[in-house]
């Protein structure tokens, strides 16, 4: 070796005797040449990265190399699994160099050597082998797995390995995007290193656990005082933390739980999930002393973690107690659970003035805690399957969070078949959470193109110029908006027609091969469900679903074959729901059908005047009473048209101008139990030739519960109407919500829409 390579290797700082060793061949034309080695007793992970190997090495090369377990590690010519701590015989040359790596390694985190013939995969803890095995594969044999069953391995006769001693490990403990496509396919959730919060949590503690911990059905009819004082009334929706009997009660019931689950460490103690809090004068005080109404939640949830020391307690900072407290710091072993759901998801966190009071809590957290647990939400709720160019801000967000003392992580993604590039999202968060470091270009071409082929560089395009549109105007991107607040920037006709030839000449760069024609079809329905839930909107006019000709109003022929290709795709695919609340395809399938059967030809009540007392919620289609005859029947996204009452009866009159003989009058209402929308208790029609006297025509009743009802009901009234110019429904809503639901006790919604009279 000159002079000058032992001065070059020396400043790389890279040992020479890397350079001196040959590299090993794993498997030559076709046969093993290494055998796989664990310990006698290895863990589940070191024995599930020790079968993986060896199915991905059959995949490969097409042969099978063996799995040998053993306490005497001489074995040559091995790859050894094992943890840190296995005694495994190193040449001396490379002892000091290993060593130093070595002492780097913690949970999660693996370390990759090669040792004359041998090669080692040491783990840190949990599943730090798997993931060593994972990087061996991707890094140096090209494999990939980009979505549960869509997986890519190279073809290989024979397999050599460069010379290694290669040190990772994750910057975030916990790596949690949520949905189905984590959380019900082990092996992909492992290939992208990701965590499931039913791995990390003791079952039944993940999250809102105070109704679990003193539930309210069982004391809040002779211990109110448990509860939280709102006003001058006690309510079932939070509890009062300040009061004794509480405290003893959660000590108890976590002990009993605690039992039945010795190895979980983490358990959390948090509010529900709703905008409540106890403002007695004990809780009031301490919320005035710490300036936030976390300031209780902290104080209780500090001495609950006193009495287990041993154990992880977590807890929210979420809506109301987002803001971190004056005075008291959160206990060691209390982890913060911080949360970003009132966000704007256009632009980076922190670039963002509408986020600056974040900004604030996330440092002020940071100043106090050394647990914060980051919620964060990458989804639209409302409308999984709509566009939601927020991809640009990912890495920025998740560098922000690392660099404010973020080291654990659920990204709320919601990642599902159909989702809104759920595939993508999932690849790149997973890896953004491991290393925020990442080059995000380059992995995001890795995966277009090796997850929809020729078609990649296409939809890339589509993304390129989606986020571009946004970043234009930088609006406010809501995790619940509708499509229709964007129908002029991003989603406007223009951009849409563009997406569209994006996407035809992708489906003809992959005509030839079914599977990718798929999962490019399945990537453009976000854009086919803008295009619908805009038009119906505009249902009449450029955008919509008819063309007007003559006061005749005739479907067109794209929008109607468009929902057809909506469910066949989805159908296909097997896509699960469209929403938060769990619409399917089919039944969004159904209500649009329903929704463009316009009422018009025939129905007497269309464009006639209503009149309501009170008036509807001004949130929910301005309040335009014109939305009950306008024809159009309300779908099931209740923020189209729809009007909605909150906890109260209502009256609806309509004057149809002209007093004659009518045949049936029809109003329905909406259900959605997760957006606290209730059928109505009962609808009573009226009738009058005067709009002075009325007669009853009858009364519908919903009994029961609701617990679970349709989407849509109809009270139809057709029996002996008889002659008259105003109709009057006179609507009783339920006012509360039922027992059952998450928030009982809480107003309920009643949502009317589409008065049709024949």
């Not at 009901?713 to 109709?727: A, M, T």
Request: charged share 20%; glycine share 4%; net charge neutral.
């Amino acid at each position: 070796m000159s002079i000058q390579l032992f001065l070059f290797l020396s400043i790389l700082n890279l040992p020479l005797q890397l350079f001196a060793q040959k590299q090993p061949t794993i498997v030559k034309n076709g046969v093993p040449q290494f055998s796989i080695v664990l310990s006698v007793k290895p863990t589940d992970a070191e024995a599930y990265a020790a079968v993986l190997l060896q199915s991905t090495f059959k995949k490969i090369a097409g042969c099978e190399m063996k799995i040998l377990k053993t306490d005497k590690p001489n074995v040559q010519r091995a790859i050894y699994i094992n943890s840190s701590s296995f005694p495994i015989n190193l040449n001396k040359h490379f002892t000091a160099e290993f060593e130093t790596k070595k002492l780097q390694l913690k949970e999660d985190a693996f370390l990759i050597s090669s040792q004359e013939d041998n090669i080692l995969i040491l783990s840190g803890g949990k599943k730090g082998a798997i993931y060593g095995v994972v990087h061996l594969l991707e890094k140096y044999l090209g494999c990939r797995m980009y979505a549960p069953n869509v997986e890519l391995i190279p073809k290989k006769t024979t397999i050599t390995l460069p010379v290694l001693c290669e040190l990772d490990k994750p910057v975030n403990t916990i790596r949690i995007v949520n949905g189905d496509l984590t959380q019900k396919h082990e092996d992909y959730r492992n290939w992208n290193r990701l965590n499931d919060h039913n791995e990390e949590f003791a079952k039944g503690y993940y999250v809102h656990t105070f109704n679990r911990l003193v539930p309210w059905e069982t004391y809040f009819e002779k211990h109110p005082e448990y509860f939280a004082l709102m006003g001058n009334k006690r309510i079932i929706d939070q509890l009062c933390l300040t009061n004794p009997d509480v405290f003893e009660l959660t000590i108890n019931k976590l002990k009993e739980e605690m039992a039945i689950q010795p190895d979980r460490k983490l358990w959390s103690v948090s509010q529900g999930d709703n905008f409540s809090y106890c403002q007695c004068n004990q809780c009031a005080k301490i919320i005035a002393e710490e300036g936030s109404a976390a300031g209780p939640i902290v104080h209780f949830v500090n001495r609950v973690a006193a009495q287990f020391p041993e154990k992880m307690i977590s807890t929210l900072a979420y809506q109301y107690s987002r803001k971190a407290p004056k005075k008291i710091k959160p206990a060691d072993n209390v982890q913060i659970m911080l949360c970003t759901i009132e966000l704007n998801r256009s632009r980076a966190i922190e670039n963002d003035s509408l986020s600056v009071s974040f900004l604030k809590d996330i440092t002020d957290w940071g100043k106090i805690s050394k647990n914060i647990y980051l919620w964060d939400y990458t989804v639209n709720f409302s409308h999984h399957i709509s566009p939601f160019p927020n991809l640009h801000t990912l890495q920025k967000n998740i560098q922000f969070f690392t660099k404010n003392k973020v080291n654990a992580h659920f990204q709320q993604t919601n990642a599902s078949l159909g989702h809104e590039f759920s595939e993508l999202k999932t690849y790149l968060i997973a890896r953004l959470l491991w290393n925020p470091s990442i080059n995000v270009d380059s992995v995001m071409t890795d995966f277009l193109n090796g997850y929809y082929g020729p078609a990649g560089v296409y939809i890339q395009q589509y993304i390129t110029q989606l986020t571009n549109e946004i970043q234009k105007t930088g609006e406010w991107l809501d995790i619940y908006g509708h499509p229709v607040a964007h129908a002029k920037t991003f989603l406007s006709n223009e951009n849409i027609i563009q997406y569209n030839q994006y996407f035809d000449t992708a489906e003809k760069s992959v005509k030839k091969d079914t599977q990718l024609l798929q999962r490019v079809k399945l990537c453009r329905l976000p854009i086919q469900y803008a295009m619908m839930e805009i038009g119906k909107s505009d249902m009449f006019g450029s955008r919509g679903f008819y063309n007007e000709n003559k006061e005749k109003f005739i479907l067109k022929p794209v929008m109607q074959q468009m929902i057809e290709d909506f469910y066949t795709v989805s159908k296909h695919s097997e896509v699960k729901n469209v929403n938060e609340a769990g619409l399917s395809p089919l039944e969004y399938y159904q209500a649009t059908k329903r929704f463009i059967d316009v009422q018009v030809e025939g129905n007497y009540a269309f464009r006639k005047r209503a009149n309501a007392t009170p008036m509807p919620s001004i949130k929910y289609s301005q309040a335009d009473l014109s939305v009950l005859t306008n024809g159009v029947q309300g779908a099931n996204d209740f923020k189209a048209h729809w009007l909605g009452w909150e906890a109260q009866d209502f009256e609806l009159v309509l004057d149809l101008q002209t007093a004659k003989p009518y045949q049936s009058i029809q109003v329905s209402s909406l259900y959605d139990p997760k957006s606290w929308i209730m059928h109505p208790k009962s609808v009573t029609c009226l009738v009058s030739e005067d709009g002075i006297s009325y007669r009853l025509i009858e009364t519908q009743t919903i009994d029961g519960e609701q617990r679970k009802e349709n989407l849509t009901h109809h009270f139809l009234f057709d029996k002996s109407l008889g002659s008259f110019r105003y109709v009057k429904l006179d609507i009783k809503g339920t006012q509360k919500l039922f027992n059952w639901h998450p928030s009982a006790g809480g107003g309920s919604w009643v949502f009317i829409d589409e008065i049709v009279v024949r």
